[in-house]
T-cell receptor
Framework: GIQVEQSPPDLILQEGANSTLRCNFS?????LQWFHQNPWGQLINLFY???GTKQNGRLSATTVATERYSLLYISSSQTTDSGVYFC??????????FGSGTRLQVQP | GAVVSQHPSRVICKSGTSVKIECRSL??????MFWYRQFPKQSLMLMAT?????????EQGVEKDKFLINHASLTLSTLTVTSAHPEDSSFYIC????????????FGQGTRLTVV
């Protein structure tokens, strides 16, 4: 099956800093989603992005499907951004495959 | 976005008993629902894919007789953990998609199961 690698595994930022999270995947995909898992376990949809670039407030994402990677940018980070960020590509089958996640801690 | 509701959010049960978890799509009809399992500090692992009106497709290594999945309608899928044991303690989370053309997945709040 598809292999999904996320980096870095852990990230500590000071409030206000910017960061880039990366997701590499091994096969062609029909789509890709980014999620933020909050401390209570809820998965929050951030982006549904098969290719190109999307922006939503302080967050933006870019997927280059031909090169099999996606990036999530967080600007002006806030403490509420803390949590785990998952990348989940959708290969030929209709089930998302999750990466191992990036655990982000934003310190005040 | 679409809303998926999962119930209960937390359950504690005795070893040997069964537990049912419900996953509902509240504002759309979900042709397909998925069940995932997550152990502490790990990623989400797909357990099974559930299509309305048909048998679920289980991932390799997932016991279909232990994890019973029923997708009785376009808005409801249930996961029953039968004869639960402490090693079944985990976070179970469902997701739903609208159609084969619209594959954006929306997740429920998750259920934290503790078997004592």
């Amino acid at each position: 099956g598809i292999q999904v690698e996320q980096s870095p595994p852990d990230l500590i930022l000071q409030e206000g800093a910017n960061s880039t999270l990366r997701c590499n995947f091994s096969d062609s995909v029909n789509n890709l989603q980014w999620f933020h898992q909050n401390p209570w376990g809820q998965l929050i949809n951030l982006f549904y992005i098969p290719s190109g670039t999307k922006q939503n407030g302080r967050l933006s994402a870019t997927t280059v499907a031909t090169e099999r990677y996606s990036l999530l940018y967080i600007s002006s980070s806030q403490t509420t951004d803390s949590g785990v960020y998952f990348c989940a590509p959708l290969p030929g089958r209709r089930a998302l495959t999750f990466g191992s996640g990036t655990r982000l801690q934003v310190q005040p | 976005g679409a809303v998926v509701s999962q119930h209960p959010s937390r359950v504690i049960c005795k070893s040997g008993t069964s537990v049912k978890i419900e996953c509902r799509s509240l504002d759309f009809q979900a042709t397909t629902m998925f069940w995932y399992r997550q152990f502490p500090k790990q990623s989400l692992m797909l357990m099974a894919t559930s299509n309305e009106g048909s048998k679920a497709t289980y991932e390799q290594g997932v016991e279909k007789d232990k994890f019973l999945i029923n997708h009785a309608s376009l808005t409801l899928s249930t996961l029953t953990v039968t004869s639960a044991h402490p090693e079944d303690s985990s976070f179970y989370i469902c997701s739903a998609t609208r159609s084969a053309m619209n594959t954006e997945a929306f997740f429920g709040q998750g259920t934290r199961l503790t078997v004592v």
